[in-house]
């Protein structure tokens, strides 16, 4: 084992993972400080191999060994004041680490050895070795695995490492526990950005917004300049087909004065490629001019930019100048050899000029060097078949197919930009249709023989092992020389790059439809058009290109540290192999940078609510204990969960094997006769003992008045009053079609507009009038309803079909129809809906909207749809998605009638299993839209309740119940939510409060000020409820205390501001976090905005220019704290 000095060592230990992007190993200025960091490594690797290592050396001194290293101090000086108390790289924990744990055969050892291992993985991040940093992270998380949320250089760390690798999934885990964890973590700007790429790589378009915004705000030293980052939001845009946003964007930057060549090129590419895709930015003439002029600029700027010089010859293709096309083409190959779609457009050109041969190693070369293009394996497929040979077509088309299917369940989620969506549905169908053609030829042929026509072109086979890609520059070469005499023989051709040559399937007897660049249908391929078959090569070329994102390569340390790997997110969706370009701050600039030296924040310890808080503890011993605390770094993040919990996330799944039985669970339900039986408190315990419940019979019981709620007499109280339309595919209850695939998924597709009252009654009436019609004449069942389509406040040109027995059909799935939902119809006004809300009065207590009994009457202040009613109008097949409540909250729902719901539901227990499948079927969870495959929650263990509910039926959602339901007839719904005493329900809204935080997902409910109020308003009798309140209180209280202690230490004065009457909750406006109490605005802001004291550092680490403001005042605070006691006699609460 090599001997490290004792200056080397003082080195070797300050570095961690943070340093990664600034200290840029591979530089040859840094070849001593790589010496060492190597040396150290492979000393690490025998001790953890022999377990032994040279006793830890003294760290006391270390600055003056580090300031031999003059690039390694620069560096290192944005991490001066994140040096965590509780590092667990130089300072081992108080607690052994647990002798029965064990990684595969390697025995369990001491901290010495642990720690050894995140070391470990933390020089193999700085050296750019990530798999070998991912197993070591890995492995030390195993022995961590009960507390490895405190060391949050390792969580960065393990983050990057599934960064780099893609593990997308696994990186946005990490990144999102780490910012839930230490929002004022030193690279904090670091992450939001990550994730602002992953998120907008999985089409998460609006929490990839909100990050890549945040980003924007941090003033820490960073790899990136914020001109970057406003240029990713500009792309951003762009990939959600916002062209105006995103071309306003665009020319913001190329405004600026400091932009960067590199960055202008980056900017100038994407406007041309914009102005050449995109119809409502001129007139088709204009926007040629434009988009040659700013992709002529781009490569001024940059003129060794490959991928440039392809848009510019996509667009000379597009106005049929074939000759610049050609070398355009050629220039990009010389400058990135590696481009299969460059080659695959060279492909097309030489296809047009008769040449197939020379087209065929094109394709070849394109489909060498990305096997999954599908684009270039559509076009050789159509130069195969046009020349006869049917079997090599046939393979080709397999593969694109197979591509297809891939990149539709991997890449492009229903947030997918929607042209896009719509090209590779019609390249899908195109396909199938020539596939199923092929198989009945070939199926037909006889097999080849040696008397057999000779094959002008080599079978694919052949093609594949030939070295054809040696002998393509040469060739370009002797056809540039020719292309200017055959471009007179070429007709014109019409419509986007790149052009295609005369078809030669005019024998093919089955049309293929093509869909074009902008959406519209081609011609068929039998009629011998250009633009059929060059369509079909557009169109998936077209999902490559159009918002292309990748940026010129560079040795730039920033490139690699920050988003070296959005080349590779571009890869996957652009086919790009080009590195974005980030400007990094010089070392000096991080030297000499003293405000963001003074205000870097780390949190790297265990958090320092430990043991010493408590919720015996009062007021006065609690302010004690936190004026112990140090104020030089700003609060850590406020969790209202147990003390050091770690991280929320989905919960696994209980591991009892269900039976078929069992996965088909009974719905408990009961049926009310009378009054009495529904007052009863047994219909509350049922209630609450079960995930879901129907009480049935209860508007007879009650004698409640239904028909206030019915749409005649909606539409007379209140006509004009606003009705939220979506717009979905009819479908029946069980099945969940993508008809463009021909299979179950889980994207629930809905669209949403508005409208009014009358409106929608109107659509609903004639609905109802048309499926009668359908049901007289039989054969007339499939036809469309007359009237409808003019009534569609959507974008969807479908009829409506309502019919029951279409429900039933399994031809609906091919010939969609689609209907429009009313839903979100706010019943909150007293004086509008009077009526409506008295009748409700009349329900038993737990059930009502108000209620003292109901947590969310507590809240204060009006919460639409939760402490509100809101109304439901629906015509057969309209769909609510799966979900879970705001908060976990239980939820009413009542069915008006005249028609049934039919509902689905899984137990709360099983809500991490369906997480899983979301997630699995690329599906948000918290953000999308879906509707599950009942076989796929069947496969995975997870029970589905299934019932009818008919009018005037009462559906219970207990707590965390994930549920879905759709109309089986003509109905209206009304439904609330409420909040029973019990410490379940508050345990599980709290959960979900957190977790909702790592997910960047605002809590409709504000927990922390419903929390308060519950302390002030009521008593408490279940023990456990107490504890879950008295903890949220002594979390929150303390929380207030120490940011007052570092407000105060930084000079800024407290001023009071008081609530008024019914104010909603504070949150704040860039994070969303509920913020309670201590309130954070900018002076000089017209409009002020409250932000958490997180995002106010961002604004101004020195709180300059920042006013505090404080809602309560500490007494009243304390007074609530120590008044609230658990109450030795029944009270209010109930227990569970």
């Not at 003294?58 to 600055?63: E, T």
């Not at 101090?73 to 064990?102: I, Y």
Request: charge should be neutral.
């Amino acid at each position: 084992m090599g001997q490290i000095s004792f200056e080397d060592d003082c080195v070797v230990r300050e570095l961690d993972s943070r340093y990664y992007g600034f200290l840029d190993l591979s530089n040859s200025k840094n070849a001593e400080v790589r010496n060492l960091v190597q040396q150290t490594v492979t000393n690490l690797q025998n001790y953890i191999a022999n377990g032994q290592i040279h006793e830890s050396k003294n760290l006391n001194d270390n600055k003056n060994a580090i300031q031999k290293y003059d690039t390694l101090n620069s560096a290192g000086e944005h991490m001066d004041n994140s040096v965590s108390q509780n590092n667990e790289d130089t300072k081992p924990l108080d607690k052994e680490v647990n002798e029965k744990t064990s990684i595969c055969d390697e025995k369990p050892q001491d901290e010495q050895y642990v720690n050894a291992l995140c070391k470990l993985g933390h020089l193999h991040l700085l050296l750019g070795e990530y798999s070998e940093a991912l197993s070591a992270y890995q492995k030390y998380m195993r022995f961590r695995e009960n507390n490895y949320w405190t060391n949050h250089a390792f969580i960065y760390g393990i983050g990057v490492a599934y960064f780099k690798l893609r593990c997308f999934k696994w990186a946005i885990k990490s990144f999102q526990e780490l910012l839930y964890l230490s929002p004022n973590f030193t690279c904090a700007n670091e992450v939001h950005l990550r994730l602002g790429l992953m998120l907008k790589h999985c089409g998460e378009f609006h929490i990839a917004l909100k990050h890549l915004q945040l980003a924007l705000l941090y003033t820490y030293p960073s790899t990136f300049s914020e001109l970057q980052v406003k240029f990713q939001i500009a792309h951003l845009y762009e990939v959600q087909n916002k062209h105006k946003a995103a071309k306003d964007g665009y020319e913001f930057l190329l405004n600026e004065k400091h932009i960067s060549l590199e960055l202008k090129a980056d900017v100038y590419r994407q406007l041309g490629w914009m102005y050449h895709c995109v119809e409502c930015l001129g007139e088709k003439k204009e926007r040629e001019a434009n988009a040659l002029s700013f992709l002529q600029k781009s490569i001024e700027a940059d003129p060794k930019s490959g991928q440039s010089l392809y848009l510019l010859g996509r667009c000379y293709a597009g106005i049929n100048k074939v000759h610049d096309a050609f070398l355009a083409y050629r220039n990009s190959v010389e400058k990135s050899e590696g481009n299969a779609d460059t080659w695959c457009s060279i492909g097309v050109l030489y296809q047009q000029q008769n040449q197939p041969t020379d087209a065929l190693q094109a394709y070849i070369c394109a489909v060498q060097l990305d096997k999954d293009h599908k684009a270039a394996w559509t076009n050789l497929g159509i130069l195969y078949e046009s020349c006869g040979q049917l079997r090599d077509a046939y393979a080709c088309y397999l593969n694109a197919t197979k591509q297809i299917s891939f990149q539709k369940s991997s890449l492009f989620r229903k947030k997918q930009a929607i042209r896009m969506k719509k090209d590779t549905i019609g390249l899908s169908k195109g396909l199938s249709q020539r596939i199923t053609f092929l198989e009945g030829q070939l199926s037909q042929a006889p097999l080849p023989s040696i008397t057999s026509k000779r094959r002008q072109l080599c079978s694919i086979e052949e093609a594949w092992n030939l070295p054809i890609s040696l002998e393509m520059n040469s060739r370009q070469q002797q056809t540039a020389q020719m292309l200017p005499r055959q471009i007179t023989k070429q007709s014109p051709i019409q419509g986007p790059p790149p052009p295609y040559p005369h078809s030669q399937l005019s024998q093919s007897p089955i049309p293929a439809k093509r869909i074009k660049e902008d959406g519209a249908s081609q011609q068929d391929l039998t009629q011998n058009n250009i633009q059929a078959q060059q369509n079909l090569i557009n169109i998936s070329e077209t999902l490559n290109q159009r918002n292309f994102n990748a940026m010129p390569e560079s040795n730039k340390i920033s490139e690699q540290s920050v988003v070296d790997t959005f080349d590779d997110i571009s890869n996957d969706i652009y086919k790009q192999n080009e590195n974005i370009k980030l400007e990094r701050l010089s070392h000096d600039a991080l030297s000499n940078n003293e405000d963001s030296r003074q205000n870097e924040y780390i949190g790297d310890g265990i958090a320092d609510l430990s043991t010493t808080f408590k919720i015996q503890m009062d007021s006065k011993q609690l302010m004690a204990a936190v004026k112990l605390l140090p104020i030089d770094d700003p609060p850590v993040h406020c969790t209202i969960l147990q003390v050091n919990a770690p991280p929320p996330s989905p919960p696994d799944c209980p591991p009892q094997k269900l039976t078929r039985d069992q996965l088909l669970p009974p719905t408990p339900s009961v049926h009310l006769e009378n009054k009495k039986n529904a007052f009863s408190p047994q219909l509350q315990e049922f209630c609450l003992k079960h995930p879901i419940a129907v009480v049935r019979g209860l508007a007879g019981a009650l004698k409640l008045d239904l028909g206030l709620f019915s749409t005649k007499t909606l539409v007379e109280a209140n006509p004009d009053h606003s009705v939220e339309v979506r717009t979905q595919v009819h479908q029946s209850p069980d099945e969940n079609w993508d008809t463009s695939q021909g299979k179950r998924v889980w994207a629930c597709i809905s669209h949403r507009s508005h409208t009014t009252i009358a409106k929608y009654a109107q659509y609903q009436a004639s609905s109802f009038q048309d499926s009668l019609k359908l049901i007289l004449p039989q054969d007339e069942s499939d036809k469309g309803f007359p009237g409808s389509q003019a009534m569609s406040d959507s974008d969807s040109k479908d009829s409506v079909s309502n019919s029951n027995i279409v429900l039933k059909r399994k031809k609906h799935k091919i010939n969609s129809k689609m209907l429009r939902f009313g839903t979100n119809v706010d019943l909150s006004d007293e004086k509008k809906w009077k009526p409506q809300l008295t009748e409700l009065q009349k329900l038993p207590a737990f059930a009502r909207v108000i209620s003292a009994a109901n947590m969310l009457s507590h809240v204060g202040h009006v919460i639409l749809g939760m402490n509100t009613v809101q109304l439901y109008m629906k015509v057969p097949g309209s769909r609510t998605p799966g979900h879970q409540e705001n908060n976990n909250f239980c939820s009413i729902n009542i069915n008006i009638g005249p028609g049934d719901c039919e509902w689905f539901a899984v137990p709360d227990a099983y809500w991490g299993g369906v997480h899983n499948l979301c997630e699995k079927n690329n599906i948000s969870y918290l953000h999308g839209s879906w509707w599950p495959v009942l076989e796929d929650l069947y496969k995975e263990n997870i029970p589905v309740y299934r019932f009818i509910q008919k009018p005037g039926d009462l559906v219970w959602v207990n707590a965390g119940c994930v549920h879905w339901v759709q109309s089986v007839g003509w109905c209206n719904n009304i439904a609330w939510n409420v909040g029973p005493l019990t410490a379940r329900q508050y345990s599980l809204a709290i959960e979900r409060y957190e977790w909702n935080k790592v997910q960047a997902f605002k809590s409709i409910v504000p927990m922390v000020h419903l929390s308060w109020n519950l302390a002030r308003n009521i008593k408490v009798s279940d023990s456990k409820l107490f504890e879950l309140i008295k903890m949220c209180l002594l979390q929150t209280l303390k929380n207030v205390l120490h940011i007052q202690e570092y407000v105060k230490s930084k000079g800024v004065e407290i001023r009071f501001n008081g609530r008024g009457k019914n104010e909603a909750s504070h949150y704040c406006g860039q994070c969303e976090v509920e913020v309670f109490n201590v309130l954070f605005i900018k002076e000089q802001e017209k409009r002020h905005v409250v932000h958490c004291l997180s995002c106010a550092l961002k604004l101004s680490p020195s709180l300059q220019g920042i006013v505090c403001l404080e809602e309560y005042r500490l007494s009243e605070l304390q007074r609530v704290y120590d008044s609230f006691t658990l109450h030795r006699t029944q009270g209010l609460a109930y227990t569970q």
